[in-house]
């Protein structure tokens, strides 16, 4: 219940920097905290994997901002525990997968419509990703046996 529960600060956190509003974090951090499904789950009426990985997601959407701001060593570090956090997530609950996929379709877009494409911390979050995403595939025996890789997921991260 309380790893659960460590999410609701770091999407407000994450939320925080991303629209670089406070007001916008806690309203986003009550709404994760209120929900029917957030207040089901933290009760511990429905143990399940989520209750593992979102928190972990939610960390790794906030290192990924923190590597989108830096500069120098920083993005490659932030980068690589963003991923490392993803790849854990995933190992925990597959349906993570679906978040993957979410976010590359905003990288995507951020790419064409922003030219983002010159941007270091893309380039090396993508590498990061397809590295730390593509081993997790191939050693997680769950991942492997239901064929990550050529999931949609593992596809698009491929070909990215």
Not at 70 to 98: C, E, H, N, P
Request: glycine share 6%; proline share 2%.
């Amino acid at each position: 219940m309380a790893w659960f529960c460590l999410g609701i600060p770091l999407l407000g956190i994450w939320v925080g920097r991303c629209w670089g509003s406070f007001t916008a974090g806690c309203i986003s951090s009550a709404f994760y905290a209120l929900s029917l499904s957030s207040v089901i789950r933290s009760t511990g009426l429905e143990i399940s994997r989520e209750n593992f990985s979102l928190p972990v997601l939610i960390a790794s959407l906030l290192f990924e901002t923190w590597a989108d701001r830096s500069f120098g060593k920083r993005v490659y570090l932030f980068s690589l525990i963003s991923s490392l956090l993803l790849g854990i997530a995933l190992m925990t609950w597959d349906m993570i997968q679906f978040y993957i996929i979410l976010w590359m379709l905003i990288a995507y877009i951020r790419l064409v419509r922003f030219h983002y494409v010159k941007s270091l911390c893309l380039r090396v979050r993508w590498i990061c990703m397809w590295v730390i995403l593509m081993c997790c595939g191939l050693l997680n025996p769950y991942l492997k046996a239901d064929l990550f890789i050529l999931s949609p997921a593992g596809c698009v991260e491929a070909f990215l």
